[in-house]
């Protein structure tokens, strides 16, 4: 039985996100379907996360499980020959029995896009959110600062996301280990989050409250206070899924 290594980029605006439902469109659904196709038997694919409907990836990995003598060239021209064009197989690589998309992974990058800008042009509104305010940049600054490191991130955790009371080695517990906020043009910023592991809807919520600091609705000591509480209900809205790329997962 081989162990095969995928590495997929997709524009997550059309499908309901990675994991597979049973009535909607889904990235991992595709490539399943596909690779049905190509090795002609039923095929689990194991995501090393799950985003969200409308999320975009430019390096998600993914492995499955096959006894097909298919090498891993032709497993590329075929999956993307067969996919739409919302999702392009990049790579493709045979592993070591035991390697494991998910459990496998040691951190991940994601990118939050954010257009300052007072109009926003059609082909952008897809791959960053508008947002005109942000007058207290130096408060996201200083908020990101209080942020990185390890902590229990729960009040940035999405309500109900899982059973608080099942065994967990680490809980809502992560570590940040970048936590940036960069101007790349000058009406656009991008947030950038690297972290050894992130909770359902970390990084929006993320997002969401930091955007109410620089839009001067919180104060850097209301963030700090939030980050302690563990509690959802004391942090910001979820930012749009639209603006937030999966960048790269670390092995």
């Given at each position: 039985m081989r162990n095969i290594r995928l590495t997929i980029a997709y524009d997550g605006t059309d499908y309901s996100g990675w994991q597979k439902q049973k009535n909607a469109i889904t990235i991992q659904g595709e490539i399943e379907r596909c690779l049905q196709i190509i090795i002609n038997n039923p095929v689990s694919?194991?995501?090393a996360g799950r985003t969200d409907a409308g999320v975009h990836a430019k390096e998600m990995v993914a492995n499955f499980h096959t006894?097909?003598?298919i090498s891993c060239p032709t497993f590329i021209r075929g999956l993307n020959g067969l996919l739409p064009r919302s999702i392009r197989i990049l790579d493709s690589c045979e592993e070591d029995h035991d390697f494991h998309s998910r459990f496998s992974a040691k951190a991940k990058t994601y990118t939050y896009s954010l257009f300052?800008?007072?109009?926003?042009?059609?082909?952008?509104?897809?791959?960053?959110?508008h947002t005109p305010d942000i007058s207290h940049q130096e408060r996201i600054e200083l908020c990101l600062e209080k942020m990185r490191g390890t902590h229990d991130f729960a009040s940035f955790e999405a309500s109900g996301s899982r059973d608080?009371?099942?065994p967990s080695r680490r809980g809502s517990v992560r570590t940040l280990s970048q936590a940036?906020?960069?101007?790349v043009s000058p009406e656009t910023y991008h947030f950038q989050f690297t972290a050894d592991g992130f909770l359902r809807h970390m990084v929006r919520n993320l997002v969401g409250t930091l955007l109410e600091a620089g839009k001067g609705r919180r104060t850097?000591?209301?963030f700090e206070e939030t980050l302690q509480a563990r509690n959802r209900s004391t942090a910001g809205p979820t930012a749009p899924a639209h603006g937030l790329v999966l960048e790269k997962i670390f092995y």
């Open positions: 694919l194991y995501g006894e097909a003598a300052t800008g007072p109009i926003q042009l059609p082909t952008q509104r897809l791959y960053s959110v608080l009371k099942a940036t906020f960069t101007k850097v000591l209301e």
